[in-house]
């Protein structure tokens, strides 16, 4: 239902900072929990941050807290992951998902995008 477009994944040194913008067609994202995922070499895929339109929290993987931040900007129907102090740990492919507030369940993923943290 709705399209999910990851951009502003790169090549950054160790300690370097990198945002990540994900743009949605086919729906607001007012209407849907949105959050980030990676998926590193030869690991799982693991949530990273996201948080729902109505909630007053926004929810950071453990590895990521103090480090990442979550924002939306729907007026661009945009969801963005500002990434500081980036870690060699951080190189993954991070994806953008979405779903509805009533579906426990992310439902919508975009291809992603490769960030890649040099040591």
């Known amino acids: 239902q709705v399209q999910l477009v990851e951009s502003g994944g790169g090549l950054v040194q160790a300690g370097d900072s990198l945002r990540l913008s994900c743009s949605a067609s086919g729906g607001s994202i007012s209407n849907y929990a949105m959050g980030w995922f990676r998926q590193a070499p030869g690991k799982e895929r693991e949530f990273v941050a996201g948080?729902?339109?109505?909630?007053?929290?926004?929810l950071y993987g453990d590895s990521v807290k103090g480090r990442f931040t979550f924002s939306r900007d729907p007026s661009k129907n945009t969801v963005y992951l500002q990434m500081n102090t980036l870690k060699p740990e951080d190189l993954a492919v991070y994806y953008c998902?979405?779903?509805?507030?009533?579906?426990?369940?992310?439902?919508?993923w975009g291809q992603g995008t490769q960030v890649t943290v040099s040591s």
């Open positions: 998902a979405a779903r509805r507030i009533s579906v426990p369940k992310y439902e919508y």
């Open positions: 948080g729902a339109w109505n909630s007053a929290y926004i």
